[in-house]
């Protein structure tokens, strides 16, 4: 008997209906995943109730011995995975994990330089509504229009005239590997600090599937639920090259403090107060999980899986941004096909199969309606589906997207679907 459900009924049926709708429909959203039965446990354990502000050693509560242990194997996991030399497990999220890099390294004011939301880039690398391009000042660059690859040219002309503190290389709609080699070479020209921002490819990354950002990156964020599949959060990361270059010291010992110490303070007291120590187990099961063979096994299929989505599409005709996918992800521009991103997200939801709406490169349409979606292999991957499924799935949503205002089509769209994800159930 479940006790929120004699407890609270409300949120019981909400539960069993989230968990009927992760179960019967298609996730392809490309940064969703489905955790292991192990990270919902560790997630939901009784490491909710702990207040841990500060560090494992170093808190301002008494009793945490425990959570102390926990903190410190998350820690010690992320550096094996991402063979990194410091770790801070405790942001709540990607956004949060690029803040804590921000208060660490700049000054309000300062210019950053990331890729165009409207490119492939996220909110928190300069978007104007967000903090990073409010509290920064921030300049974008962009993809070019014929390769959909980034424009280093463009990057590297701005990147002199606005003379950035930070650069940040990564995206969330990138379907090509990130040349960090080549972000660094401009970096180092103007003396900028690269921030990697690997939330996508994070898991391609600890499955050694992805260029490291190690060594290029002076400092490096993810989330920690994506390809990587673990609970909802974030972390930072450093490499070899961490020594702190603005001579901040320590008030009492006037001894130069490591970019490590400015993180950590960056991210509590700067941002945050007590962490969430049932997440921060929660990433610790995550990161064994990744750590294992059979991660690499995983991250190849969604590798093949997503090739062959860029394939199966291309073979009906659509038109892929860059052309093609090195990732889990691929972006399709539906111009050609007379639907907006809006509506086709709409009418794929419609017969159970889940997606977002996109802008693509230049895009003439709204970010609220959009001329593209993207599509990700991550989640269907983990529910076991192969190669043979995504053949099947590129059917369904042609069907879908040639006939969005025929609602028996959808409806019969629908029922294959729910027969498809009744094979590859989650969480029985
Ligand atoms: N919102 C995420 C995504 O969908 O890519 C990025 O944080």
């Given amino acids: 008997m479940s006790i929120v459900k004699e407890k609270d009924k409300k949120i019981y049926d909400i539960i069993q209906s989230e968990l009927n709708r992760q179960n019967g429909y298609l996730e392809l959203i490309a940064s969703e995943n489905f955790t292991s039965k192990a990270v919902l446990e560790t997630a939901g354990s009784v490491l909710t109730n702990k207040y841990a502000e500060g560090y494992p050693g170093k808190r301002y509560y008494g009793g945490c011995i425990h959570v102390d242990e926990a903190e410190n194997l998350a820690i010690d996991r992320a550096k094996r995975l991402f063979k990194a030399e410091y770790a801070n497990v405790q942001p709540h999220s990607g956004s949060s994990g690029n803040m804590g890099v921000y208060l660490a390294y700049l000054q309000p004011g300062d210019c950053i330089m990331g890729l165009d939301l409207s490119h492939g880039g996220h909110l928190t690398h300069g978007s104007k509504v967000s903090f990073s391009g409010q509290i920064y000042n921030s300049v974008t660059f962009q993809v070019k229009q014929d390769t959909g690859l980034v424009d280093f040219d463009d990057l590297l002309e701005k990147a002199r005239e606005y003379k950035p503190k930070i650069i940040i290389c990564g995206a969330s709609a990138y379907p090509r590997t990130v040349e960090f080699e080549k972000f660094r070479e401009v970096a180092d020209e103007v003396g900028a600090f690269l921030h990697g921002d690997i939330c996508h490819n994070s898991g391609l990354i600890a499955a050694e599937m992805h260029p490291s950002p190690f060594p290029h990156c002076h400092v490096v ?175 369904l949503i042609d069907q879908v997207i040639l006939n969005h205002d025929n609602k028996d089509k959808i409806q019969s769209v629908k029922k294959h679907v729910n027969e498809l994800c009744s094979s590859f159930r989650i969480y029985d």
């Avoid at 961490?242 to 006037?254: H, L, R, T």
């Avoid at 059979?294 to 860029?310: E, G, P, W």
């Avoid at 399709?332 to 997606?355: F, P, R, W, Y």
Wanted: with cysteine.
């Fill in 221 to 395: 964020s993810t989330s920690t639920h994506k390809s990587l599949r673990g609970p909802r959060g974030g972390i930072i990361l450093l490499g070899s090259d961490y020594e702190n270059p603005f001579g901040k010291v320590a008030p009492k010992s006037g001894r130069v403090k490591m970019m490590s110490e400015l993180i950590d303070s960056a991210v509590m007291p700067g941002m945050q107060g007590g962490p969430l120590m049932h997440i921060i187990a929660a990433k610790a099961v995550a990161f064994k999980e990744a750590l294992e063979p059979s991660f690499k096994t995983y991250i190849r299929r969604v590798l093949d899986n997503a090739q062959c989505f860029a394939e199966e599409f291309k073979s009906k005709g659509y038109e892929l941004i860059s052309g093609g996918t090195d990732t889990h992800l691929v972006l399709i521009d539906l111009q050609n096909k007379n639907i907006s991103g809006k509506a086709a997200e709409i009418a794929l939801d419609e017969a159970g199969i889940t997606v977002n709406k996109n802008m693509i490169p230049f895009d003439p349409k709204s970010p609220f309606v959009t001329s593209g979606i993207r599509i990700g292999s991550p989640a269907m991957t983990t529910r076991g589906m192969g190669v043979d499924e995504v053949k099947i799935i590129v059917d």
